[in-house]
């Protein structure tokens, strides 16, 4: 924002009225989920079957260049899966077929932008050495899988996946609801908003629309028509967000400052450390992208919706069922 903050007047921000909408779980949600429970549960098993895709195999191998070794290309008792991308596509065919103690060649060419410079688009020969074959086996969706799994049967484990989608679902309206609060907070603010910062923000939305189209081959004019509508409605309707935006993150500040609400410095700390988890990236790269001042900006807005929440006329509904899906109750 602003060196210099618009001055805000709040307009009513507690007992606004809102309908929260909960997405159903359904049937068809919970078998996916048993489902990916078994795959993520398979095992493997030596096979004195052939090779085939899905199977995990055990090797040798080694590469040669006009009858010579080519450096560094030797592996031993490498392990991956077929089919999973790990080998090249030449070299993979190759596994297919044979069985555990069998040697065999395969003639391939590298790749014209191959990472090793000097092996670009060069024939080699490689001689492999197939140790072992294991075979993949997915367990089915049974009670013995669910007791398995610590549950008493199989409609249990079910039971117990509605309850965690349910409560995700849940969430989600919350998070949902306190946003549309939040913008109505910002709808009822009086302000002056900076007119330069509003026109900046919705011509940089105009510009990545347009770069993006840019790339994709569309022209402008196409992607209105398809849109019903024009250069200019497209300019009118980001400025209206951006204005929406900014009388949200104005009605935040506000409010937040009129309730008293605030991040304390072991909520930040929290913060990173649940963002590193995330996104599986290191804590030090997480704060190069975002400042303290950023993160606790985020869990003051946070906090500021849910407050909201819990101060709104709230009429919570489960929304239908898509056609043709089948939902139950959770």
Known sequence: MANNPPHVTLGQYKGLAITRHVRPVLDRTVDQEVTHRCRLHAYYTPTEAPAKRGDKVTFDSEGFRDGQPIPDSRTENATIILGTG??????????????????????????????????????AQFEITLHA???????????????????DSLEAM????????????????????????LDMAGANLTVALPEKQVAAEAEREYKQLENKLKKSGIPMETYCTSCRTTPDGLRRSFRASA???????????????????????DEVEAEYRRLSRQHNTPEAE?????????????????????????????????????????????
């Not at 080998?87 to 065999?104: D, M, N």
């Not at 074959?133 to 549950?151: D, M, W």
């Not at 965690?164 to 969430?171: F, N």
């Not at 204005?243 to 410095?265: D, F, M, N, P, T």
């Open 158 to 181: 079910k039971a117990q996946i509605r309850k965690e989608k349910q409560a995700i679902h849940e969430q989600a309206a919350d998070r949902k609801a306190g946003q549309e609060l």
């Open 133 to 151: 074959v294991a075979e993949k086996h997915t367990p089915e969706p049974t009670e013995e899988f669910a007791r398995s799994r610590g549950f």
């Open 286 to 330: 997480i704060r190069k992208v975002l400042s303290p001042d950023a993160v606790a900006a985020a869990l003051v807005a946070q906090k500021v919706q849910a407050f909201l929440l819990a101060n709104a006329e709230v009429t919570s509904v489960t929304d239908p069922a898509p056609k043709g899906a089948a939902a139950k109750e959770g």
């Open 86 to 123: 790990r080998l090249t596509a030449a070299i993979e065919r190759a596994f297919y077929g044979h069985k555990a103690g069998e040697s065999f060649r395969v003639e391939m060419t590298y790749p014209e932008d191959f990472q090793v410079q000097e092996l670009s688009g060069v024939s």
């Open 243 to 265: 204005e929406k935006r900014l009388r949200s993150v104005l009605a935040a500040k506000a409010i937040s400052e009129a309730e008293g609400i605030v991040a304390h410095k």
